[in-house]
């Protein structure tokens, strides 16, 4: 049986949703084998066990996060050498793209990324200028490295559990002499909300916000959302940068997109339009986003969103 | 980049210091930008029906290589400029039309223009572009740097400059939001959404920058000008020492098997707010089952 190669970094406490679609995904292509970087805390333990994993490999090497991810590559590169995979899968971050790449080089492997889903002879359907076209797509080498978009699999554990072994795999020493190093690193505050990109329902704002979102963070924190933003609004400083959903900042295609105040402009629609339902807030009736949108509201936002978020947290009671 | 002064002019009758005062503030620095020509995203993009490849037709500089470009120009100017002898490489890989971003980039300030073109290269995917991309650095020589921009907006796929750093056996630092050289390394700062990192590579390396980075100086008159004068240079894949079968579609890991235009979205339900369009908003996403 075909070998499947996960790679898992730093899983914590438990594994994420996107990693379990990943061994989900993993299980219906061949046997699975996962290498995490990291430490395997007995939740994980767990986890692989449920969603039967054959074996687990570990670097030789500890210090992988003082690098970026050139030594981690070389991990997963030995890895799925050692392991015999056929196809190496891992998350779509902008993180697991990259190491994706250089995975590539190192095994003469095609590589395709923002994958949504992979059949069992290896091919690969995705979609491409920003949502335009459906396209499928395959590697011609022995070995494919392909990245999985989040929320197109669904989790589902093995149908009986197994029993993983944790084998160590060497990483070549070579690795960490032409990498860049991290000298310092700053922990961000957490919002406690859901990551943009894996989030299963997004909210929002733009220009139509006008420096105010807490409409948009109350309704977000509502529906247990993660809080986006148009390139207007965090141009502006209103909200981080990292929050921008778009052309130059993130893809997302949550199950609900809730739009509020944005217009919808090319560069906004090229980071959501795969979202499975589109709901828009807009005073003005000639915004873009109403062509798109499944429920469209001309209205204005300061009005619709707190009404919406004291009906969601009502019929919650 | 504050802090560094330009070397000042040498004092009449006496080279010797001149020479001396320039080494102590900063060596020169030879870059390499990587830019791409894109078809412009304000307007419908299409792939064509032979080799699904993208629609080249109202190409533009692809909006996030103007910042790997603005930032190699900032580091040049820090160190005196070309004047001084630092150069900043716009590498170019593609059909005829990409000599208009390299135009472009010379404009906006870049002291020449290199345009790696061949019939062979089309329909190259990431690993088959990295290849020739690594052999047209290699055949550039000794260069300290290569900035690339963040992602590309057309292929989006981020992969090329990763390959190339493979490929070339060096550092990369990507993602960074800001850049800084100095005695032979380079210290940069990447804002992932956890965490903010302080990052460190010795030279040469190939640094991706973000759209934070700096804000892309317009091309005016004087660079119009003075881009006239600047020289581009057309490289084939026989001058890199590339072997034609191992880019384009044949030397390609990857292949498109289909490609089919998605269905337009179509508007659904629109309402005006008559004061209960939040509740209207809530009873869809019941309907919907998204509570």
């Known amino acids: 049986m075909a070998k499947v190669l996960v790679f898992l970094d730093n899983p ?3 594994l994420k949703k996107s990693s379990l679609e990943l061994l989900t ?10 290498a995490v970087n990291g430490d395997v805390s007995d939740g994980v333990a767990a986890d692989f066990a449920e969603y039967g994993v054959s074996m687990v490999l570990r670097p030789s090497a500890r210090d992988l996060d003082d690098f970026l991810v050139a030594p981690k590559a070389a991990f997963v590169a030995a890895a799925a050498e050692s392991a015999g995979a056929g196809i190496v899968l891992l998350d779509n971050s902008p993180e697991g793209k990259e190491i994706a790449a250089r995975v590539g080089i190192r095994l003469n492997a095609g590589v395709i990324t923002d994958a949504v889903g992979v059949d069992a002879d290896g091919t690969a359907h995705k979609s491409v200028l ?17 990245t999985l978009k989040a929320n197109n699999v669904n989790p589902e554990p093995a149908v009986a559990p197994s029993a993983p072994g944790t084998s160590t795999v060497e990483v070549p020493a070579s690795a960490t002499a032409a990498a860049a190093r991290i000298t310092a690193r700053e922990q961000k505050v957490a919002s406690g909300r859901p990551d943009l990109t894996d989030a299963r329902i997004v909210v929002a704002g733009g220009r139509g916000l006008d420096g105010d979102f807490g409409p948009v963070e109350e309704l977000a924190d509502a529906l247990g959302a993660a809080v986006g933003a148009s390139r207007a609004a965090t141009d502006a400083g209103w909200i981080s940068h990292d929050a921008q959903v778009g052309q130059t900042g993130k893809t997302v295609s949550p199950q609900l997109y809730i739009s509020a105040g944005i217009s919808g402009a090319i560069q906004q629609k090229a980071g959501m339009q795969t979202a499975k339902v589109i709901v828009a807030v807009n005073k003005d009736a000639e915004s873009p986003v109403f062509e798109i949108a499944d429920f469209g509201i001309i209205g204005d936002v300061f009005d619709v969103l707190p009404q919406a978020t004291a009906e969601i947290r009502k019929r919650k009671g | 980049m504050p802090g560094i002064p330009r070397p000042r002019p040498h004092p009449a009758g006496c080279p010797q210091a001149w020479k001396a005062a320039v080494n102590t503030v900063e060596d020169t620095l030879k870059i390499v930008v990587l830019v791409k020509h894109v078809p412009d995203a304000q307007f419908d993009r299409h792939l064509n029906g032979e080799g699904n490849t993208v629609d080249r037709g109202e190409s533009i500089l692809s909006e996030l290589d103007e910042y790997a470009l603005e930032a190699a120009l900032q580091l040049a100017e820090a160190r005196g400029g070309s004047k001084a002898g630092n150069q900043v ?3 170019s890989m593609g059909p005829a039309g990409a000599v208009n971003a390299i135009k472009k980039t010379l404009q906006m300030g870049a002291t020449e223009g290199v345009h790696l073109t061949d019939d062979a290269l089309a329909g190259s995917d990431a690993a088959a572009t990295s290849l020739a991309l690594a052999a047209a650095v290699r055949h550039l020589g000794q260069v300290d740097l290569v900035i690339t921009g963040m992602a590309s907006t057309d292929g989006e796929t981020s992969l090329v400059p990763a390959q190339l750093a493979e490929r070339l056996g060096l550092p990369q630092v990507t993602f960074a939001s800001s850049l800084e050289v100095s005695g032979g390394k380079l210290t940069a700062r990447r804002d992932a959404d956890t965490s903010s990192e302080t990052v460190e590579a010795p030279l040469p390396a190939v640094v991706s920058v ?29 001058d890199i020492g590339v072997d034609p079968a191992q880019v384009g579609h044949a030397g390609s890991w990857t292949s498109v098997l289909s490609a089919e235009e998605r269905p337009p979205r179509t508007a659904g339900t629109i309402i005006t707010d008559e004061g209960d369009a939040g509740i209207k908003l809530v009873d869809f996403l019941a309907a919907q089952k998204l509570l």
């Open chain 1, 130 to 146: 920003a949502g335009s076209y459906n396209t499928s797509c395959k590697a011609k080498t022995a070995v494919s490295v392909v």
């Open chain 2, 89 to 91: 490489i716009a590498l």
């Open chain 2, 210 to 238: 973000t759209d934070q980075i700096n804000e892309p100086r317009y091309p005016n008159f004087k660079g119009i000008i003075a881009a006239k004068r600047k020289s581009i240079t057309t490289l084939s894949l026989a």
């Open chain 1, 25 to 34: 995904l993993a299980r219906t292509l061949g046997e699975s084998v996962v």
């Open chain 1, 12 to 14: 914590g406490a438990g």
